[in-house]
């Protein structure tokens, strides 16, 4: 009903940058949050940014001052721009959204299909 498309990974290195985007697209009533997780080899999956409709955003520790959420809630769009990376942002990003497609559903959580971002050093 609802498919989320991340792109924009890569390779670079240490204190390169990189700009992830996701877009929603499908039957899309509301679409109030989309967030940004990672999962990094041998950990668990973090969150590392969100993007609320009104404009609301919210950053992990580790990405506060050097990664910046954006979003264009016409396109149900949302970009990533990651500055100043490290070896230690090497993990596959994920795009995750709550959506509904019509307004009588509950909401759904919905997942894209991962980019790898590889930072060397």
């Known amino acids: 009903q609802v498919q989320l498309v991340e792109s924009g990974g890569g390779s670079v290195q240490a204190g390169g940058s990189l700009r992830l985007s996701c877009a929603a697209s499908?039957?899309?009533?509301?679409?109030?949050?989309m967030r940004w997780y990672r999962r990094a080899p041998g950990k668990q999956r973090e969150l590392v940014a969100a993007?609320?409709?009104?404009?609301?955003?919210n950053y992990a520790d580790s990405a506060k001052g050097r990664f910046t959420i954006s979003r264009d809630n016409a396109k149900n769009t949302i970009w990533l721009q990651m500055n100043t990376l490290s070896p230690e942002d090497t993990a596959v990003y994920y795009c995750?959204?709550?959506?509904?497609?019509?307004?009588?559903?509950?909401?759904?959580?919905?997942w894209g299909q991962g980019t790898q971002v590889t930072v060397s050093s």
């Open positions: 995750n959204a709550a959506a509904k497609s019509y307004p009588w559903d509950t909401f759904i959580d919905y």
């Open positions: 499908g039957r899309i009533f509301s679409i109030p949050a």
């Open positions: 993007s609320i409709t009104d404009g609301d955003t």
